[in-house]
């Protein structure tokens, strides 16, 4: 009884659009009326797959997502160990208020700072210039990099929530038997923490593989694929090859979960 209200809502909302996603993939659009015409084929299919130009858009979207996936990953171990293992109760909970506190600034402003820092004369440039160097400027480079900022929160909070179930001792008793520090990372903390290192990956991932806004304000004039079904929404009007693109993201992220799924690691979660 209390999980049927949240069963319903998953089948009628997320399970339902889906499958209006994977129907409407099928249908087209009259050239001349520009009206989604429901006669089924597999035209929109055949386009997506022999146009080189979406095979290099889907392979740059994929790529950009793993980037991301594995900055974020080497950016929060160091940072949720230390918010684990060495910061006390109290600091703890302002550390962990800390990383939760740019996720209540809107996405918008956060992109947006990081197009004003990318500028040609933004802070990265001021701070770079005396060192000789310059700053990245808006490309594949501004889209990793506002996208690792924007999704490193949903890596910390998974992998510290891990790391804090992470018994004391065991770390003790590898010292304890000569272990050093990089083997007790390496054949102790590293195991235990891979499920949650796996749960953050699904988000930073997937969030990277379906954002559209951060690579529109910063990566110049690439393309992702949120960028191909937004412009076929909106200026193309073409409802069906959008949803079709749409269907790939889903696909990988099912493929990517499946992998995961036979790993063990979502089991010890």
């Not at 790529?63 to 910061?87: E, H, N, Q, R, Y």
């Amino acid at each position: 009884m209390l999980l049927s209200a949240p069963l319903l809502w998953l089948g009628l909302a997320y399970l339902g659009a889906l499958a209006a996603l994977f129907i409407t993939a099928f249908w087209s659009v009259d050239s001349f009326t520009g009206q989604v015409q429901v006669s089924w084929s597999l035209d929109n299919f055949i386009s997506l797959f022999t146009d080189s130009v979406y095979r290099t858009i889907t392979i740059r979207t994929v790529g950009i997502a793993a980037l991301v996936t594995l900055i974020d990953a080497v950016i929060a171990f160091p940072m949720a160990f230390c918010m684990a293992k060495f910061a006390s109760p109290a600091a703890q909970r302002i550390l962990v208020i800390a990383v939760l506190t740019p996720l209540w600034a809107s996405y918008l402003v956060k992109a947006y700072a990081w197009r004003t820092m990318l500028s040609g004369n933004g802070f990265l440039h001021w701070v770079l210039a005396p060192v000789g160097l310059n700053s990245p400027g808006y490309g594949l480079t501004a889209t990793v990099i506002t996208l690792a900022y924007l999704w490193l929160p949903y890596m910390i909070l998974p992998i510290y929530a891990g790391l804090e179930r992470l018994p004391d001792s065991l770390l003790a008793a590898s010292g304890d038997l000569g272990a050093r520090p990089l083997r007790t990372f390496r054949s102790v903390v590293l195991p235990l923490a891979f499920p949650a290192v796996v749960a953050g990956s699904i988000f930073t991932f997937s969030l990277s593989l379906g954002d559209y806004i951060a690579v529109t304000i910063v990566g110049g004039t690439n393309q992702m694929l949120g960028n191909v079904v937004y412009s076929n929404i909106g200026a193309a009007n073409n409802l069906p090859f959008a949803a079709t693109v749409a269907l790939i993201p889903v696909v990988i992220m099912l493929a990517y979960l499946a992998a995961v799924r036979r790993t063990g690691a979502l089991d010890n979660l």
